[in-house]
């Protein structure tokens, strides 16, 4: 091999071997996507193991002997497909598709070693693997399959079952069935290759070695071997699972020549018990460990195994399982991070280590002494660490550990901390005490002056009481310490402490609908997404699947590393002259428009004299592969010079009235006037942080000159193919193709459109294939992302709870460009949400600012704008001390209604989902046991919330509402149908496949979707707004109509032949078996001078309801139970709504508590990864969660009277934060606070904790604003 990095088995998989099944989501263990299962033979054991890991982390020179299932190893369409990718297809747990061969991979490797597993090994197994379509809640019911009845419920039998458990009724259960499922037969699985046992058994060890252009890497096969090269080498690193080394040589470019690889000296792996404790050998994965100590722990007696259970519960949060399986005790503990989980506790627990150089044996102790600095400990660097001891524990003596992560799984922890106590024999004096912290500075730190404070006195509130002051003094970290939330993570030390001694004391204290279904008629039937199948079997293409053509080229972007500057040098020479390099694509290249307008403004593809923020692109290095081309790219040498004052807070841009054009304003009634005759007034404001789209797919794209007359191919992930024709060529000579995307929520239209029109000048210059594929990195640093916004209010209202005016001002941040900034506008649309206030006035501006430009994102402005009335509402009734729900219903509309913009309609169904929504959640009565609830519990408190939504269809451009189709009927009965919608796993293509079919009355198999093309239907309009089922639905409708009448004589003629027999006489008779449908989709408008229109189409209404626990010590939060009722009139395809139902639901829980982008003081986006951005993951999905349509409804505006869904349950994840606000509202009331109060969103363990004002919080002094530059922004 050409080595320049260790080579991962990723690399392999897809380019070598063209195993394109396993995808590629982040490239550091952060999504799971590319998860594959490893095998190995243990020749001591004569066993083999077999455990899921990340193939982007893998090197491949690390897989020696091993054997790689992918996910088309273990079933595929062309012979049998496995149980794992029937069920997880069948139970409609894939949409997009992207996660689906990684989530496949996760259980399959659970099934090989146990074919029975419990609801909690599943989402155990399932926590390392993300995905941004399903929810979750269908994957986990076709996994659940697998279980034991008796094992089912992951509330451990605490009653309500967890999902869909006893007593529930909702439509999730209906939409498989069970019976059709092929049986799991462990027999049939792939046998481990016998020639690897032979070789295990008989082959000689000896050092293993492969060499590269820049690196080596070596294997050594004994201990000694190991200590020699060590001592001669004493830089090289020891790569076991290369969880720490690997990220670093990616992500940080770091380079090293030589790399030792010892995962084959077996004195690492030994485990030794002694009466004092175990040897755990340090090379030992942490899945190893945590299966040894779980084995131990019932061998002994409770008091001997208290760090063992501490360190199994650090253990099983810690990662996630693909990266316990791989990552080692040994790397963990030498790669030394600030927040590591296991040094902690080891620490606490008086662990040693046995290491091993040339200089002998010796033992050190996991001392305060041990961790120097950032990723440095005190062993030298020829020492090799052997293996770690754990002694049992003693009588009296308790540890414990805690951790509080911004996602409770797969998330390194904001804090962690072990705590150990030793008290004299029936005594509550304190002998021994040990407290460790993580991520309170650079290294794991020792509490060593509160430590002090505890020993030898007896363990009580004085003690405790000056051990909390003793820590707040010891743990101090500046204002602006890297990480930020330094007021919380110091509240949590204090936290952590008090939650000790809870439970110390304990021990002290025993020491001393679905709708009706037609049979034949596939309209109304829960089929599956109709490639599934293929996405489960990894079969399905992707754009980056297709296979390189010959002298393909790879392009990577160059991105400006300044927020606002001139640029006065680029300088490409360097990169031009380094291998496979071909050229550099610069502004001057392009060669026709240079500038995208949009709304009258100019953005350039890339930034020719001055940049506006850090991440735009400024030119695009291309190679023969990637590897070359990201050399290349960071070998272009760009000077700047810095402008003055970069804005990038909203309050910085109003200040300096750097706003985008339109700004909009809407009026109805008079609020001056209004607000004079009102009981009350309140003003308050709200916050609203962005999100990030974090489709699984990042951006991609291939382009190819065909070679003639300048026509091109160009094959990309987007949601509006025609806006990729650019270049100035005709249209008629670039087609655009879409087969599928693996997500984009909005974030594949104009983004991908300018990237596309770079990549499409380097094929045009190079004349060559070129293909983009951004790092997960990258498309987060680039394209920008949904609309942070800051809105403040005014509102009016009786003491009867009748809100009589209100004035909304909104700004979002719209970032350097203004893209879709016009948002604004549906914004001020939907500030009224449910609720009829007779004096409503909104203002709404686009900041103008140097951060990456944000853009269309699932809601449109929606969900920021009906958060901010409902958070208005909420605080109405928090004034009035009266129930949210209450103050709600009265306001709502009732009755024949008229929108602030004069737009007429019924509420009646938005009335209904609201009510029902009540009966289904049993609101009233789990209102008073959540309030009980709250007076017996101290430091956990319930909230509820109810929260309703009234969201617009389609789009107010009127011309945007249009669609077509084209179908073809081949002779063999066979149909083509193509249409302009893009399927990005919303289910599109299955929804227009039971068009095609009722309307052909002919089975959906023989309807077959290739893919969307504008050389099939040209001037499409991009699948957005909720509106694509309806506009192209209708357009198919269209087109089969036309090519059912036209078979009427021939079916006259032989009214008994079958649809092939029709099809075949029709050609004979010449009859066209080709037809276009077109919809014209409704006349909307809005008229803004006017403030009125008709914008939407109809409304789509809901209702949920949320309860949620609340640790007040540390913000964790639980989702209890989720309730929604949606009115989507009659579903085209209830399993496909569902999914989009519970998919948006939660990536509305995502943004409302859990997803923050946080950005530097300089604008440059921290937030670039799995690793630091959290999406919810399956821990997240509530416990119990049901989905109900609503019955009896019709809606006449839209194929077959069902109703838009994509978008508008999004808002609804909202009922979380409003759960949350409710819970922190009783912490608060204890803390004798009461009245309205601020909690922005997302609301974070780490806001909801600080808002809880508890008493350690109200410890930590709040630094003063201005008098030091914070870590992060508030933009
Ligand atoms: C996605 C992701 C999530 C993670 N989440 C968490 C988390 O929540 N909590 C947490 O604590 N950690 C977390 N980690 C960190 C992970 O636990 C560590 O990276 C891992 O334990 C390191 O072990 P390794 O075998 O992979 O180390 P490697 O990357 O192989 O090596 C790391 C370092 O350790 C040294 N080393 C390894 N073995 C020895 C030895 N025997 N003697 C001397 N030096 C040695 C190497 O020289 C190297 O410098 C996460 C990592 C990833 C990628
Ligand atoms: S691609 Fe490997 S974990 Fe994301
Ligand atoms: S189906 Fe899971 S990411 Fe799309």
């Known amino acids: 091999h050409q080595l320049q990095r260790p080579k991962l088995l990723m690399s392999l998989t897809v380019t070598s071997v063209r195993l394109t099944g396993t995808k590629y989501g982040c490239g550091g263990g952060g999504c799971g996507a590319c998860t594959v299962m490893v095998s190995r033979y243990q020749p001591a054991t004569k066993t083999i193991i077999h455990y899921s890991a990340n193939a982007c982390l893998l090197p491949l020179c690390q897989l020696h002997g091993a054997a790689v299932t992918t996910v088309e190893g273990i079933g595929s369409t062309k012979t049998r497909i496995h149980p794992v990718q029937e069920r997880i297809a069948k139970a409609h747990g894939s949409q997009c598709g992207f996660c689906t061969p990684g989530m496949v991979m996760s259980m399959y490797a659970l099934l090989r070693n146990k074919p029975h597993p419990t609801m909690e090994d599943i989402t155990q197994a399932l926590a390392g693997n993300l995905c941004r379509c399903t929810g979750y809640r269908p994957i986990v019911d076709g996994c659940r399959t697998f279980c034991q009845e008796a094992n089912c419920c992951q509330a451990n039998g605490a009653g309500d079952c967890c999902l869909n458990g006893e007593g529930s009724t909702d439509e999730s259960e209906h939409l498989f069935d069970k019976e059709e499922f092929l049986p799991l037969d462990p027999t049939q699985e792939l046998i481990f290759p016998p020639e690897l046992i032979l070789m295990a058994e008989t082959g000689n060890p000896e050092t293993l070695t492969f060499c590269g252009e820049r690196m080596r890497w070596v294997s050594p096969a004994s201990l000694e071997e190991l200590v020699q090269l060590k001592a001669s080498n004493p830089k090289a690193p020891l790569v076991m699972g290369n969880t720490n080394i690997g990220p670093d040589i990616k992500f940080k470019g770091v380079l090293h020549p030589l790399i030792i690889s010892p995962t084959r000296v077996m004195e690492l792996f030994e485990v030794t018990q002694t009466p004092q404790g175990v040897w755990v050998g340090a090379g030992c994965s942490l899945s190893e460990v945590r299966s040894l100590l779980q084995k131990l722990v019932p061998q002994f007696p409770e008091e001997k195994t208290e760090l063992f259970r501490a360190l199994i519960q650090q253990l099983g949060n810690l990662g996630s399982q693909q990266i316990r399986n791989v990552a080692s005790l040994g790397g963990n503990i030498m790669s030394a991070y600030p927040n590591s989980d296991l040094n902690p506790v080891l620490a606490a627990g008086n662990c040693k280590l046995s290491v091993i150089s040339t200089g002998g044996r010796r033992e050190v102790p996991l001392n305060p002494d041990f961790f120097v600095s950032f990723g440095k400990t005190i062993l030298k660097p020829e020492e090799i660490v052997v293996s770690v001891f754990v002694p049992f524990s003693r009588k009296g003596e308790f540890v414990r550990a805690f951790r509080q ?252 009235s750097s706003f985008f054009e339109p700004r909009r304003v809407i009026r109805r009634g008079n609020v001056t006037e209004a607000f004079e005759t009102v009981d009350q007034l309140y003003e308050g404001e709200i916050r609203m942080g962005g999100q990030e789209h974090f489709y699984m797919e990042t951006q991609s794209m291939l382009v190819v000159p065909v070679g003639e007359e300048t026509e091109f191919k160009v094959y990309v992930s987007t949601q509006w193919p025609t806006s990729t024709q650019t270049l100035d060529i005709p249209s008629n000579r670039v087609t655009c193709h879409v087969k599928r995307m693996g997500g984009a929520f909005g974030g594949k239209v104009t983004k991908t459109a300018v990237l596309a029109s770079i990549t499409s000048v380097a094929a045009w210059k190079t004349n060559r294939a070129v293909r983009c594929v951004l790092e997960r990195g990258e498309d987060m640093l680039i394209t920008g992302g949904r609309h942070p916004i800051l809105a403040k209010y005014k509102v009016g209202f009786m003491n009867d709870g009748r809100i009589v005016a209100a004035d909304i001002e909104y700004y979002t941040n719209a970032g350097n460009t203004v893209d879709e900034s016009v948002l604004v506008e549906k914004i001020l649309l939907h500030m009224d949400n449910a609720y009829n206030i007779p004096n409503l006035q909104g203002r709404a501006a686009a900041c103008r600012t140097n951060l990456p430009s944000n853009t269309a994102f699932r809601g449109f402005g929606v969900p920021q704008s009906i958060m901010v009335v409902e958070n208005m509402v909420n605080d109405v009734a928090v004034v009035l001390g009266r129930p949210a729900d209450q103050i709600r219903e009265i306001n709502m509309y009732k009755g024949p209604s008229v929108t602030h913009y004069k737009f007429e309609f019924s509420p009646e169904n938005m009335l209904r989902c609201w009510e029902e929504c009540k009966v289904k959640a049993d609101y009233s009565a789990r209102r008073r046991a959540v309030d009980q609830f709250n007076q017996q519990n101290r430091w956990k408190k319930r909230g509820m919330s109810i929260i309703p939504i009234k969201y617009g269809i389609a789009f107010a451009e009127s011309f945007l509402n249009q669609a077509a189709a084209l179908v073809h009927i081949y002779k063999d009965g066979s149909v083509l149908v193509t249409h302009g919608g893009t399927e990005m796993g919303q289910g599109i293509h299955t929804k227009m496949q039971q068009v095609a079919s009722r309307e052909l009355r002919i089975p959906p198999s023989k309807i077959y979707i290739s893919e969307t093309s504008t050389n099939t239907v040209p001037n499409t309009c991009p699948s957005a707004a909720s509106f694509g089922t309806d506009a192209n639905g209708m357009a198919v409708k269209n087109a089969c109509q036309t090519l059912y009448q036209r078979l009427e004589p021939v079916r006259q003629k032989d009214p008994k032949g079958s649809w092939e027999s029709w099809v075949n006489a029709a050609f004979f008779e010449k009859i066209s078996l080709s037809a276009t449908g077109f919809y014209r989709g409704p006349d909307l408008y809005m008229d803004w001078d006017k403030m009125e229109g008709q914008p939407y189409a109809y409304f789509t209404f809901g209702a949920c309801c949320c309860e949620v626990e609340l640790d007040c010590l540390t913000g964790d939060y639980r989702t209890v139970r989720t309730d929604i009722v949606v009115d989507i009139g009659r579903s085209v395809n209830p399993s496909v709504d569902i999914g989009q139902i519970e998919g948006a639901f939660m990536q509305g829980l995502g943004l409302y508590t859990l997803e923050e982008l946080k950005f530097s003081p300089s604008g440059l986006l921290y937030t670039r990864g799995p690793s630091q951005y959290k999406i919810p993951a399956v821990c997240d999905v509530p416990l119990r969660f049901n989905v109900y349509l609503l019955s009896d409804s019709h809606n006449p505006h839209a194929i077959y009277s069902s109703k838009g869904i994509g978008e508008p349950v999004l808002f609804l994840g909202s009922s979380v934060f409003f759960a949350i606000k409710d819970a922190v509202a009783a912490a608060r009331a204890e803390s004798g606070l009461v009245g309205p109060f601020s909690l922005d969103s997302p609301a974070t363990p780490e806001r909801a904790c600080l808002a809880c004002a508890s008493l350690f919080t109200q410890k930590i002094p709040a630094s003063k604003p201005g008098s030091y530059k914070p870590w992060a922004l508030n933009i």
């Open 405 to 656: 992560a911004p996602r409770k799984e797969s998330s390194f922890a904001t804090v962690t901390t072990a705590m150990r106590v030793f008290f004299s024999e029936g005594s509550r004096v304190v002998r021994d005490v040990s407290i460790y912290y993580g991520g309170m500075g650079p290294t794991t730190v020792s509490a060593t002056k509160t430590c002090a404070a505890l020993v030898t006195r007896p363990w009580d509130d004085e003690t405790l009481s000056r051990a909390y002051d003793v820590l707040l003094d010891e743990l101090v970290l500046p204002p602006s310490a890297p990480g930020g939330k330094v007021e919380f993570r110091r509240s949590l030390t204090l936290s952590f402490l008090f939650k000790f001694n809870l439970e110390v004391l304990q021990k002290l204290r025993e020491m001393v609908g679905l709708q009706f279904l037609s049979v034949q008629d596939p309209v109304g039937r829960p089929i599956m997404h109709r490639s599934a199948i293929s996405q489960a079997t990894g079969e399905a293409v992707y754009c980056d699947d297709i296979p390189r053509t010959d002298g393909e080229l790879f392009l990577v972007l160059v991105t400006s590393s300044r927020a606002h500057a001139k640029i006065t040098g680029l300088d490409v020479s360097e990169a031009l002259r380094l291998p496979g390099v071909v050229d550099v694509i610069t502004a001057k290249d392009i060669p026709g428009k240079k500038v995208r307008t949009m709304f009258g403004y100019h953005e350039e593809l890339l930034a020719e004299s001055e940049v506006s923020c850090i991440g735009q692109m400024i030119c695009a290095v291309v190679a023969d592969t990637r590897a070359h081309a990201k050399r290349g790219a960071a070998a272009v040498k760009i000077s700047y010079e810095d402008l003055p004052d970069p804005v990038f807070t909203i309050e910085e841009a109003t200040e300096k």
